[in-house]
């Protein structure tokens, strides 16, 4: 069975660290395009980072650019989410999803579907 499990959620204080991990069981991440999508209650879901495992090309949105840095282990079948200066607004369920990097004639940095992924991780930002 192909999963996404995530990890590394919790607790910090405001301008703290966490760290999220996505492993993959049942599948590598060869020839993927890996996203972490942030949904809060009452709120839209959000992207907020992606990894293209091809390339490597990634994708950060504007409210955590400069703060959080994806990156892959293959080694290790792994995507982590270093998450750094968090703040208040960064509380939400974070979860991981994947698609193959390319579908219909185009190459995707960000998971288009999210034909896999993951049951999420708590992140809670807050003093």
């Known amino acids: 069975e192909k999963q996404l499990v995530e990890s590394g959620g919790g607790l910090v204080h405001p301008g703290g660290s966490l760290r999220l991990s996505c492993a993959a069981s049942?599948?590598?991440?060869?020839?993927?395009?890996i996203g972490w999508f942030r949904q809060a209650p009452g709120k839209e879901r959000e992207k907020v980072s992606c990894?293209?495992?091809?390339?490597?090309?990634?994708y950060y949105p504007d409210s955590v650019k400069g703060r959080f840095t994806i990156s892959i282990n293959s080694a290790k079948n792994t995507v982590v989410l270093q998450m750094d200066s968090l703040k208040p607004e960064d509380t939400a369920v974070y979860y991981c999803?994947?698609?193959?990097?390319?579908?219909?004639?185009?190459?995707?940095?960000?998971?288009?579907?999210?034909?896999?992924r993951g049951r999420g991780t708590q992140v809670t930002v807050s003093s």
């Open positions: 999803a994947a698609d193959p990097w390319y579908s219909g004639g185009y190459y995707y940095t960000c998971p288009p579907r999210g034909d896999y």
């Open positions: 049942g599948f590598t991440f060869d020839d993927y395009a």
């Open positions: 990894i293209s495992s091809s390339d490597l090309s990634t």
